[in-house]
């Protein structure tokens, strides 16, 4: 089935108790029982609710997996794989990555006697040169957030699977239209819903897929022990943003393509970060992995001066100065002081995150009218 089709129709069936085109909110926390352990094989709505059932459908069938868990927010699906390891277990993960994952791992992870080990992982080797033989998953974001850093997810799974590990790949940045990373080795793809799915910045949730049973088995037994469910409500707002996926991606790699060369361009800006320049060092391997490029671009102006890059910051009107990204509206982001605020400012610089770096998340709009606005703020 080709992608617009797969993104409409994924996890929707009519509603077998009236004929319902749409999912209804089962806004319910219980089930009613016929008899003590007889029941529809719903019985209470932390373990299982309808709507929910329909958008884990939904997720499987988007990254073409197996199964699919909803969570309270992309966190709380990190959060959930984290609770696959146990203490003296090693993680291998990305020294770029989202701000809230590098949090997560250091000061609450850590705690519990999880060993991370933060490595460049465009290269293989530099991954294959921190397994031991606690290793037991590899986290990997590709392109990452901010600096559109590409990661072979192929060559990791190799990497992965020799380790005896597990390879998780936070897909968020991509969405699954543009790039699936099961089809490539991963064995689990963590979403913030959030973001690129929900498309519209109404709703906070996350969401892992994967095509192993008895790791759905353990990831599901978690998401109801631990309770870091979405409620049915969050679960309509997603799977309704799922059916329109494809335009408006289309859309985001349109305008993105457009203003990144326009920013490339500009006398103003020394550096643009956008993976699908053909001079860029993972742009082979971007082509390779990726269906298109996306709408997330970084750049830095000739003047590095965090006052330089504020005047920028404040003076857009159509994007607007939040965290955030994946929306049809159009955001405009200081990493530094923002995003990745809970990363310290030694380790930003060292893998390559300026201090006036400035992220977009490019929305559908017309993209004149964005390049105006961008043009009068540079
Ligand atoms: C936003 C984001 C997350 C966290 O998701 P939440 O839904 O905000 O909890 C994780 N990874 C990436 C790449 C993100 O952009």
Redesign the pocket.
Known sequence: MNLATKFIHAGSEPDPSTGAIMTPIYQTSTYVQEAPGKNKGYEYARSQNPTRKALEDAYAIIENAKFGLAFG??????DSVMKLLNPGDEVIAAND??G??YRLFTKVWERYGIKFIYVDTTDATNVQAAVTANTKLIWL?TPT?PLMNITDIAAIAVVSKGANSILCV?N??ASPYLQNPLDWGADIV?H????YLGGHSDV???ALMMNDAELREKLYFIQKSCGAVPGPMDCFLVLRGIKTLHVRMKQHCENGEKIAHWLRNHSKVTKVYWPGFEDNAGYEIAKKQMNGFGGMISFVLKDESIDAANKVLTGTHLFALAE???GVESLINHPASM?HASIPREERIKNGLADGLIRLSVGIEDVDDLIDDLNKAI
Not at 73 to 78: Q, R, Y
Not at 192 to 195: E, G, I, L, P
């Open positions: 927010s992309g966190v709380a699906a990190t990555m989202y809230g994952s974001e957030n936070d968020t940045f963590m913030s819903a959030t973001k906070i949730q996350g955030s990204l994946g995003t």
